[in-house]
């Protein structure tokens, strides 16, 4: 009794007096220290439990061992009850240490209000006994900690407990991917947004661009002849046929001398034809410049070439120029010339010209000094790659020297009125087309009046027109945000244009935008997002709807890209099968499998056995015990053992057949085994 707590020994002795009883234990129930809370394994548990089922928080389990043994006594009939012996208490004990057990396991898995919500019902049940066979069971055959689940009123309740987590965790699950289709909706959405701006202000430019090009600028793509050269120049003209009068500048720039000679003379047959149709016109030729990639003897040669075909279209040669240039921004080793010799051209059938009589130019027989452009500013040119040449130094002269070069050949003339019309045709314009790049610009900054260019290009078409609807395209509203960034002088203006627009999400081919169609498979169908993609879509077909002729709306310079739709026409309107059907093979048994065989392959791990029959018809089986699960791409892609090539002719099925069957011993077919017809 020196073990046993005071409280023990009262409650015992409480129970005791409240029931008259003469006898409640055997002394051996508290000599043997089933009541001790440092009880040891002469208490009859097994040594693999003993230190689970010890517990000495409290004298918890004495306290409930009692409480067990004052339960049972009462429940017993008066007529059979008896003092309980050794025996009969050490399997309750048992059964309380191993229910206690699981009890503190049930408590640490489950939440607090339902751990408490049930804690009574359990310890009703122990208290009735209900639990003792499934306790005792374990103790018996299982290991500690013991599987709860084992305890039939545990079962239901960590049963419960398991559905309400895998309810939390899909919940959480579903919560989280909403998260992430959300977010991921959302970034989508920004750059979709951005894109249809995008679109929808280079719509709104390039229509600015083509309504400024019609009325200020034309370009003549004279690569195969210059035929229709002055017929596009009158067509355009006809636009200014109101104003009152109309002032038409030719150029012939001959900086670089042509190699292409029928090309220069058509294009100084054109000058001549163009200086015939008004007394307002002037013709103003630039020789060719001395560079040491030429010779005197070479130069000399060319200016009585030119001066030889103009003298034959009519051109008076009497007002002789020179064009002078400066080099602000150039250093100390620019070695071009300061000047180049010009002429200014006037048919012999007016007595009296406009510029003739005014042109301070004209008069003077010279213009300028006017700024050569830098040669690290080139277009076409790296700095540290690839450098000019010679004749690609003197051919650049930038557009703001050609700018000097139209105002000083204006200079001097009459205050135009606003019905009045300046024209500037580019006849031989050097490669870049600068005259034209410098009256874009003039044009554009509305620095004077406005006088209209027509270029005829013969090579670098395509470059040079994007370039011009690039420089026109960065200034249309005059508004930087809703305009591309400036670029670097080295980089071809071109190169924008013929780019694609930088779209983040829509993609670009053949000069139009396309919606990806991974986008709409994105989201499930049942999410709100993949109706909010879906409305997307629906708007951008609205406002970008596909050409009606795909090959009219590719761009001239754009890759070529086949394409194609599937035509459900053919064959009598039967539509295709899906490729997503679930196939129902037939199965055959190995005893009615009786085809004669061409070749057969045994079954080798988790690969296939097939056979061939006489018809060529193929057959898959499966020989072992266990399931075997393919995918469509496994069926052939054996790559083992080693194969014959054979060709086998006169098959009405086949040309030819090229079997690869593995060289392996062939297994008997026995009754489990079943082939598949394919």
């Known amino acids: 009794m020196t073990t046993v707590k005071k409280e023990v020994t009262e409650r015992l002795s409480e129970a005791v007096r409240a029931r008259g009883m003469l006898k409640f234990l055997h002394h051996d129930v508290i000599s043997k220290g089933l009541f001790s809370t440092n009880f040891t394994s002469a208490s009859g548990e097994s040594e693999s439990w003993k230190d689970q089922l010890r517990n000495r928080e409290d004298g918890q389990l004495v306290d409930a061992f009692v409480t067990r043994l004052i339960g049972d006594f009462d429940k017993s009939a008066k007529s059979l009850r008896k003092a309980i012996t050794f025996k009969e208490a050490v399997i309750i004990h048992q059964s309380t240490g191993c229910f206690l057990h699981f009890l503190k396991a049930f408590q640490q898995m489950a939440p607090a209000s339902f751990f408490d919500e049930s804690k009574e019902n359990l310890l009703n049940q122990f208290n009735q006994g209900f639990l003792d066979p499934d306790l005792c069971h374990i103790l ?9 689940k084992s305890v039939a009123a545990f079962r239901p309740l960590v049963a419960k407990i398991d559905a309400n987590l895998r309810t939390e965790k899909e919940e ?11 977010a991921d909706y959302n970034a989508l959405h920004a750059k979709l947004t951005a894109d249809f701006e995008l679109l929808e202000m280079s719509r709104k430019g390039k229509e600015f661009v083509d309504q400024w090009m019609a009325t200020h600028c034309l370009l003549v793509d004279c690569s195969e002849n210059m035929t229709s050269a002055v017929q596009s120049f009158l067509k355009f003209k006809e636009q200014f046929r109101q ?10 720039d001959t900086t670089v001398f042509p190699a292409n000679g029928p090309h220069l003379q058509a294009a100084v047959q054109t000058l001549t034809t163009l200086l015939s149709m008004s007394s307002n016109m002037i013709g ?114 930038g557009p703001a020297c050609y700018a000097a070069m139209i105002d000083g050949l204006l200079e001097g003339l009459d205050k135009f009125a606003d019905s009045d019309k300046l024209l500037f045709v580019d006849v031989l314009p050097n490669r870049f087309a600068e005259c034209g790049r410098a009256l874009i610009d003039r044009n554009l900054k509305e620095s004077g009046k406005t006088i209209h260019y027509c270029g005829f290009l013969l090579n670098d078409f395509q470059t040079n027109l994007g370039a011009f609807k690039t420089m026109i395209y960065n200034a249309w509203d005059q508004d930087p945000l809703k305009s591309p960034p400036k670029e670097r ?155 014959d090539q054979k060709e086998i002719r006169h098959s009405t099925n086949f040309s030819k057949l090229l079997l690869r069957l593995s060289q392996d011993a062939f297994n008997v077919f026995d009754s489990k085994f079943q082939f598949y017809v394919l």
């Open 284 to 397: 103003f030729v630039l020789y060719p410049q001395f560079q040491s990639q030429t010779t005197a003897n070479a130069l000399v040669k060319h200016k009585h070439l030119l001066d030889n075909s103009l003298v034959k279209g009519g051109v008076t040669l009497v007002n002789h120029a020179q064009v002078l240039f400066s080099k602000p921004d150039s250093t100390a080793r620019d070695n071009r010339p300061l000047s180049q010799p010009a002429m200014a051209c006037f048919h012999t059938h007016f007595a009296q010209n406009e510029f003739q009589q005014k042109s301070v130019a004209v008069r003077q027989g010279k213009l300028g000094p006017c700024p050569l452009l830098r040669i690290a500013d080139f277009l076409g040119y790296d700095g540290d790659l690839a450098k000019p040449g010679a004749s690609a130094r003197v051919e650049q002269k």
């Open 489 to 643: 002088p080295q980089r071809l203006a071109a190169e924008r244009a013929a780019a694609a627009p930088d779209l983040q999400i829509l993609a670009w081919s053949n000069g139009r935008p396309i919606f990806p169609a991974a986008l709409l498979t994105r989201f499930t169908e049942a999410s709100p997002e993949f109706q909010k993609i879906q409305d997307w879509k629906k708007r951008f077909d609205l406002e970008h709807p596909a050409p009606l002729n795909s090959g009219n709306a590719s761009q001239p310079n754009a890759p070529a890209r086949a394409g194609g739709h599937c035509d459900f026409q053919v064959d009598s309107g039967r539509m295709p099968l899906d490729i997503l059907r679930c196939i129902e093979l037939p199965a055959i048994a190995a005893s009615d499998f009786t085809s004669p065989r061409r070749a057969e392959c045994a079954m080798v791990g988790k690969k296939p056995a097939i056979a061939i029959t006489q018809d060529f018809s193929l057959f898959i089986g499966n020989t072992s015990d266990a399931e075997l699960a393919l995918d469509a791409g496994e069926l052939f892609g054996f790559g083992r053992g080693t194969f």
């Open 172 to 182: 959480k699950e579903a919560r989280l991917a909403q998260d992430l289709r959300q």
């Open 243 to 252: 104003a009152t009068d109309q002032y038409i500048i030719c150029f012939l």
């Open 140 to 148: 018996t055959l299982q290991v500690p900690p013991g599987d709860i």
